[in-house]
C-alpha cells in the first residue's frame, strides 16, 4: 500500500517537497549552498516495494524471504512461513519497538520521580500536587494522613507495575470505561506490564514461534496497550506532576523565533527534563552576562518536534518547527547550539550541523551520533551539562563564520489544553465537566471529535496532508484533538488561534466563540497522546454517547506518519476502540487475512479498525462517515432543536 510521491532524481521544486514556507526558503539556502538534506535523499532513493508491503522477512538466516508475486499466496518463506504470517510479525516488530521507545521513555521519568520523592534529588520537585492526589485518588491509594512525600512514593510503587509487574493487570487500564476494560479481558489483552508485553512479543515473532497471524495481532493489541494506558501515560502524569499540568498559552511558533542578534539555543527530542534543565541555564544571570559580553542582546531558547511541544504547553518557550524542519533550521545558520535526547533525532542532522559550524550535542546515553559531541545528562546535576552547552553556544556565537538567513515567518496560536482544562474550559474553573462538550456533540453543534496525531515523513509534502485533513474536519463541525508534529504544522497555518473558528463549520464555530478556543486543540507531545484516551473516557464516563470508547462518535488519523511509535500508538488507539487512519503508506497487502483482521474484523469483536488513504480529503469522508454511523448507532443521527444553554440550563446540567 506504499504511495511514494518523491521519486525522481531530478531536483523537486521546493513548494512540491513542503507546505512550510519557511522550510521551502531555507531549502532553496541549502541547494545553493550545496547541503543535502532529508527531502533529497527521499528524492533520490525509492522505498524498496517489497517492504513497503511488507513482504519480506529477515527473522532468520534461511532468509532474507520475498513474498513478491501478484498472489501473496503464490509462495511461503523457507521455513514455510505465509504472506499473513510475515506481516504480522513485522507488524508485531514495529508494536514492540513503538512499545518500547515509549515505555523507556516514561520508566526514565517513573526513575527521577523516585529520587524526587525520596529525597534524594534536590534539583525537581513536585509542582502540581492536585495532580499528584487526583491520580492517586484514581488508582485508590489511601491519603488519609498521609504527607504529599507519603503519597508520592505510594504513587511511584503502583506505577512500577506499570513496567515491572509479570502477572494481572497494569495498574492505570482501571481508568478506562467498565465497557472498554471489559472488551479488553474477553479477549485477553489486559497488559501484565510492559516490559513482558514486548518480550513476549519478540519471542512470538521469533522464527518457529507465534505462526498465526490472529494469535499474533492479540498480543499486538496487548503489548500497545501496555504503552497506551502504560509507559506513555505515566510518562505524561509523571511529567505534569513534576513540571505542571498544561494550560492553555500563547506560542510563538516557526523559524522566525530564532534571533539574529542573539545566541540561538534549540532542544530536539523527547525528554522534558533536559529542556527544564536547559530553561533554568539560559536564566543564570552569569551566562546571560557571558552572552551579552560576547556582543549577543541575550540567550534565545527554542524548541523542536516534541521536547519543543512539551515546553510550549508548559513554558510558552517559542518553536521552531516539526519534524521535516529540523535539517532546514540547521540551514539558517543562526543555530548557536543543537542539543538533543531521544528519539527522531535523525543521523543526518549531523552533517547538516557541521556544514553550518552548529555544534550538535547529544546528551542521553541511549542515543550517541558519530560527529556530534556528547554531554551526558546527570538528573542529579543537570546544569553542568546545559550550562556547558550554553557557554559552547555563546562561544559560536562569538565565532560566527556563516551568513546568516532566518525566514521571517512566526505565527501565534494557544496550546496546552490538557484533558483537565478541557473540562474546565467547557464546564466551569471550579468544577471541570465534560458535559457541555457531550451536550453539544448531543445537540449536533459538534458532529464529533478527531485525533489528528503523528509526524512528517520525507515521503509526501510535509504538512499539506494534516492541513488539508483538518480544514476539512472542522469546516464539517468536528472538533480536532492534535499532538506532536501534527500540531506543529497546523499552528504553522494559523489553525490553533481561536480565530481559527472561522473556518470552522456553523455549529463548532458557534461553540468556540463561545467559549473562546480554537477549532483545534494542541495538547502536547507524541507521547502525550494518552491525554486523548484520557478525555475520550471522560466522554464515555460523562454519559450520553455510549459505554465504551468504541461506542464515541469519534476517530483519529496519523497523516503523514513515519515512526515505528506511530504504529504502537495506532494499535493501541484501535485497542481501545478507535477507528484509526493512516496516511502515507500501510506496511500490508490488501486483501490478505491480515489486512481484513486489521481493516473490519477487529471491529466485529468490540475494537476500533485500522484504516488507510494517503489523499487528505478521502481521509477526511472516512472519519466523518465514521462519526456519523456512532452518531446514528447512539441515535443522535437527527439534529436536535438548537437551544441556547442559559445558565440555570447549566447548572441544571452540572447538578445530573
Ligand atoms: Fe524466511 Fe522463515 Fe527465516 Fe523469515 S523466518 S527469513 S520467512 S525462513
Ligand atoms: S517527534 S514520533 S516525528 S510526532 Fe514526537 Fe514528531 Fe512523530 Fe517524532
Not at 63 to 86: E, F, H, M, Q
Not at 213 to 232: E, F, I, K, M, P
Not at 289 to 314: F, P, W, Y
Not at 557 to 563: G, I, L, T
Request: a negative charge.
Amino acid at each position: 500500500m506504499a504511495k511514494d510521491k518523491i521519486t525522481s532524481k531530478k531536483e523537486i521544486p521546493t513548494n512540491i517537497l513542503t507546505g512550510c514556507d519557511a522550510t521551502q526558503q531555507m531549502l532553496a539556502k541549502a541547494r545553493q549552498d550545496g547541503v543535502e538534506t532529508a527531502f533529497d535523499r527521499a528524492a533520490n532513493m525509492k522505498a524498496c516495494p517489497i517492504g513497503a508491503d511488507s513482504a519480506c522477512c529477515k527473522h532468520c538466516a534461511m532468509g532474507p524471504c520475498r513474498l513478491n508475486s501478484k498472489d501473496p499466496y503464490a509462495k511461503v518463506g523457507v521455513c514455510g512461513a505465509t504472506i499473513d504470517t510475515i506481516m504480522a510479525r513485522n507488524f508485531g516488530r514495529n508494536v514492540a519497538a513503538g512499545t518500547a521507545s515509549h515505555t523507556d521513555h516514561g520508566m526514565a521519568m517513573l526513575a527521577l520521580f523516585r529520587e524526587v520523592v525520596e529525597g534524594h534529588n534536590k534539583h525537581y520537585s513536585i509542582r502540581d500536587p492536585l495532580k499528584l492526589e487526583r491520580v492517586a485518588e484514581s488508582l485508590d491509594i489511601e491519603m488519609e494522613g498521609k504527607t504529599t512525600e507519603e503519597v508520592a512514593v505510594a504513587l511511584c510503587d503502583q506505577l512500577e507495575k506499570t513496567y515491572t509487574q509479570v502477572e494481572g493487570e497494569i495498574p492505570l487500564v482501571k481508568l478506562a470505561p467498565k465497557a472498554t476494560l471489559e472488551t479488553w479481558r474477553k479477549h485477553g489483552v489486559v497488559p501484565r506490564g510492559a516490559m513482558r508485553e514486548v518480550m513476549e512479543l519478540m519471542n512470538r515473532t521469533h522464527e518457529g514461534v507465534d505462526q498465526h497471524y490472529d494469535n499474533l495481532v492479540t498480543q499486538c493489541s496487548r503489548c500497545a496497550l501496555a504503552d497506551g494506558w502504560g509507559g506513555s501515560m505515566v510518562a505524561t502524569i509523571i511529567s505534569d506532576i513534576l513540571f505542571g499540568t498544561p494550560v492553555p498559552m500563547a506560542v510563538e511558533m516557526n523559524m522566525g523565533v530564532l534571533k539574529k542578534d542573539q545566541v540561538n539555543i534549540i532542544v530536539h527530542g523527547h525528554e522534558p527534563n533536559l529542556f527544564e534543565s536547559m530553561i533554568a541555564s539560559v536564566n543564570e544571570p552569569a551566562l546571560i552576562q557571558a552572552a551579552k559580553d560576547a556582543g549577543a542582546e541575550g540567550l534565545n531558547l527554542v524548541g523542536m518536534c516534541c521536547s519543543g511541544a512539551e515546553m510550549m504547553v508548559r513554558h510558552g518557550i517559542p518553536h521552531a518547527g516539526n519534524f521535516m524542519s529540523v535539517d532546514t533550521v540547521l540551514v539558517t545558520g543562526a543555530v548557536d547550539a543543537f542539543t538533543v535526547d531521544i528519539q527522531c533525532i535523525s543521523q543526518g542532522l549531523a552533517k547538516v550541523a557541521k556544514c553550518y559550524d552548529t555544534p550538535m550535542f547529544t546528551t542521553n546515553p541511549r542515543c550517541h551520533i558519530e560527529d556530534a559531541t556528547h554531554i551526558e545528562f546527570e538528573e542529579s546535576d543537570p546544569q553542568a551539562c546545559t550550562d556547558d552547552i550554553v557557554i559552547q553556544g555563546i562561544s559560536r556565537f562569538k565565532n560566527r563564520t556563516k551568513p546568516i538567513e532566518i525566514p521571517p515567518i512566526v505565527n501565534t496560536g494557544v496550546h496546552g489544553f490538557s484533558q483537565e482544562y478541557i473540562g474546565y474550559m467547557l464546564g466551569g474553573s471550579f468544577r471541570g465537566s465534560y458535559v457541555p462538550l457531550n451536550e453539544n456533540i448531543i445537540n449536533g453543534r459538534i458532529r464529533g471529535v478527531a485525533g489528528v496525531v503523528g509526524c512528517n515523513n520525507a515521503r509526501v509534502k510535509q504538512d499539506w496532508v494534516h492541513v488539508e485533513l483538518v480544514k476539512e474536519l472542522i469546516k464539517n463541525d468536528v472538533l480536532v484533538l492534535q499532538t506532536g508534529c501534527s500540531q506543529i504544522a497546523l499552528a504553522k497555518a494559523g489553525l490553533t488561534s481561536p480565530e481559527a473558528a472561522v473556518l470552522a463549520g456553523p455549529g463548532l464555530a458557534e461553540v468556540c466563540e463561545t467559549v473562546g478556543m480554537p477549532p483545534v486543540l494542541g495538547i502536547g507531545a507524541c507521547v502525550d497522546n494518552s491525554r486523548i484516551l484520557l478525555a475520550a473516557t471522560e466522554m464515555v464516563k460523562t454519559g450520553g454517547l455510549g459505554d465504551s470508547i468504541a461506542d464515541l462518535p469519534a476517530a483519529g488519523a496519523a497523516p503523514e506518519w513515519m515512526s515505528e511509535k506511530a504504529i504502537a500508538i495506532g494499535q493501541y488507539f484501535v485497542a481501545s476502540g478507535v477507528y484509526t487512519i493512516f496516511g502515507v503508506t500501510f506496511p500490508i497487502i490488501e486483501e490478505t487475512k491480515f489486512h481484513k483482521l486489521l481493516f473490519g474484523g477487529l471491529e466485529e469483536r468490540g475494537f476500533g479498525k485500522w484504516g488507510f488513504t494517503p489523499d487528505p480529503y478521502e481521509m477526511a469522508n472516512m472519519m466523518i462517515a465514521h462519526i456519523d454511523k456512532k452518531r446514528k448507532q447512539l441515535g443522535i443521527d437527527k439534529a436536535r432543536e438548537r437551544v441556547l444553554t442559559d445558565m440555570a440550563d447549566r447548572r441544571s446540567i452540572d447538578a445530573a
